[in-house]
């Protein structure tokens, strides 16, 4: 939810009193002048106009500028807040509530900006109804209830019409949310998209075109909802104005002078009344935005025992151990939610290490504990040889990973530099990417690649991160026969030498005897532990 402070909103009144005194001072010299009376007229009162104008304008001139500066520092520091706390939740959250709440959270936001506008325009326009409806009474205390009365029976009319709108833009933004699922269906599912004719085919006409023509349908409805009451208020202050003209000087309740100045009254009161009849569209919208954002802060809420502290960072490691480690996947059906565990697994410090399992078997489960992404629901991580660390807290200290869907990002946001940086150009050379990129500039690397390269420079990035424990996520199985060959019986050896332990998942069986050890998943739960044996006993354990 969007707080403004209270020093904030004193300084939004401070700026409207004055302004609205100058404003219905310039209508109240109008209106005498209009009566013509002389007596007001005589002396300065021409300069006296003049410099009201004046200063009306350079105080609005003034306070624009404050205005804006707020506005902007209002939108782009909750902004900053939302990414961070998106970025502090866990993993399995955004998992259960979808990346589509991250866009429409953010359109949501934007909605604000016009927020600071919206209440000074509203403080304005009720101070300056207020003062001049003071002004009608005392000159006929009769004929301004008559008048306020009937400003009253427009309002309530509007009013009426708008209650029934908040569920109707709660609606379109339900709609929205949709859209945006499909938007993300499309681009990271394009291929799927672009061979199958009839799943291109449902996409459109089952779910993008029933969508975007219902929230079209809603959207002009809404608006033209909006639009019809902007029309009942400006027609209702011309009735209001022919009671004036017509009907209270017929009752004498009025006199000719006294018309002349409730018609200018009103005249000029017709534009703060638009004003907050208008306004009431934003409010509207706001009232829902803050709802959305409200839902959002409540389920991507970020407990302390789930945020991660700098302090104590770890830098080395002897011995990894899950004791009776668990997890269940949140769900509200708990017959269907898979659980794996309890895991019991020690990992020494150098060891390579193969998990193995076919689909549904716990693997990317098991990496997203071992890598901190998910936090145990039961047992501990101990990390012995430093401080022991429960519910893997501070375990991302000591992993680097490639994740099978593994992402290069538009820019750096490491800590090192490729530029004029040696192990960085000895790794390309390793990789076998020196061909493809023949200079050691950032941009370079921000690119299009294969899949088989994207991994390679993935993995060339794990390197220059110098963190004990690499994990790979079957990276291997995007590489082509020469290079996989050379991870496993070139690559991954050398790697150990050089003192690294490794953790990767894999299915390729020929290369098992490279490994140090076999851990094998099934139904949730390591089934084999093998150690290093012959490359036909491998094969012939982890699969019987």
Known sequence: MLKIKKREILYLLLYAVPNTLLTFSIVYIINNAMAGNEAFLQGYMGIVFTAILVYTYLLNIIFQKKLNQFSFKLLYENEKKIFKQILSVPLVKLEQYGSQRFYTVVEDLRTFSLLPYTVTHTINSVLMLILCLIYMFTLSLVSALIVVSLIVLVAVCYFMVMNTMS?????????????????DDVIRG??????????????????????????????FNINYVFLSINLISQYGLYFVVSVILFVLPAFD???????????????????????????????????VANNRISNFIKDFEVTEEETVSPENTLHDFDSLQFSNIGFTYPSKEEDTAFTLGPINLNVQKGETIFIVGGNGSGKSTFINLLT?????????????????????????????AVFTDNHLFSKNYDNYVLE?????????????????????????????????????????????????????????????????????????????????????????????????????????????????????????????
Do not use: C
Request: no cysteine; proline share 3%; hydrophobic share 40%.
């Open 372 to 400: 901190g992404l998910y936090k145990p629901t039961q047992g501990e991580i101990i990390i012995e040889g430093q401080n022991q660390h429960k519910n893997g807290e501070n375990i991302q200290d000591l992993i680097a």
């Open 420 to 544: 004029n940086n040696e192990t960085y150009s000895k790794l390309l050379e390793t990789m076998e990417m020196d061909k493809i990129i023949t200079d050691d500039k950032d941009a370079s690397v921000r690119r299009k690649f294969s899949k088989g390269q994207s991994k390679r420079m993935s993995l060339i990035f794990n390197l220059l991160e110098q963190k004990p424990i690499m994990v790979l996520d079957e990276w291997a199985a995007d590489q082509d026969p020469h290079f996989r060959k050379y991870f496993y019986e070139i690559l991954l050896p050398k790697f150990k030498e050089e003192g690294k332990t490794i953790i990767a998942v894999t299915h390729d069986d020929a290369y098992f005897h490279m490994a140090d050890r076999i851990v094998k998943f099934d139904y949730g739960n390591i089934v084999k532990d093998i150690h290093t044996a012959t490359k036909e006993e491998l094969t012939e354990n982890i699969w019987a």
């Open 190 to 219: 394009f291929k799927e998209l672009k061979i199958n004719f009839f799943r291109r085919e449902n996409l459109m006409n089952k779910f993008i075109i029933p969508n975007r023509d219902q929230a079209m349908d809603l959207d």
């Open 253 to 287: 309740l009025l006199t000719k002078e006294d018309v002349i100045a409730y018609v200018v009254i009103i005249l000029f009161i017709s534009g703060p009344i638009n004003n907050i009849i208008n306004l009431q569209q934003l409010y509207t919208r706001f009232f």
């Open 167 to 183: 569920k109707k833009v709660n609606q379109l933004r339900e709609y929205n949310d949709g859209y945006y699922k499909s938007v």
